[in-house]
């Protein structure tokens, strides 16, 4: 699979999150160096998690995170109608209602609007 970062347009390395990290966390990693972006994988498969972030992004997704998930981790919602929110409240298909694929405008758009939702 070949993922190509979005800052730079060049291929990502694939590598292990051993050679990554230095430590052996049961996944790999697509990284661009030089962006300072990377994106982590299903296991130790090659699907990544979402899509290359550079330290902003990654920043930003964090922050939706954390408004975000205490909809379903709080047991207010089920996993399934929180996303189906996301999904309403960003006007976006089922596929691309993911943090992890999200862009630092996408993230600040879905943090506004959750705090709206949440009363906060």
């Given at each position: ?24 966390y049961g ?37 939706a995170h ?28 089922p596929e ?25």
């Amino acid at each position: 699979m070949k993922v190509i970062c979005p800052y730079c347009n060049k291929e990502a390395v694939f590598m292990s999150t051993k050679e990554f990290y230095g430590k052996d966390y049961g996944s790999n990693v697509y990284s661009c160096k030089p962006c300072d972006a990377y994106v982590g994988t299903h296991g130790k498969g090659k699907t990544p998690l979402g899509t290359l972030a550079n330290r902003e992004t990654r920043e930003y997704r964090k922050r939706a995170h954390s408004l975000f998930d205490p909809l379903w981790k709080g047991k207010k919602m089920n996993r399934t109608k929180a996303y189906k929110l996301m999904q309403d409240l960003m006007n976006l298909p089922p596929e691309e209602a993911h943090i992890g694929m999200f862009t630092v405008d996408q993230c600040k758009e879905l943090i506004d609007k959750i705090k709206v939702y949440r009363g906060i």
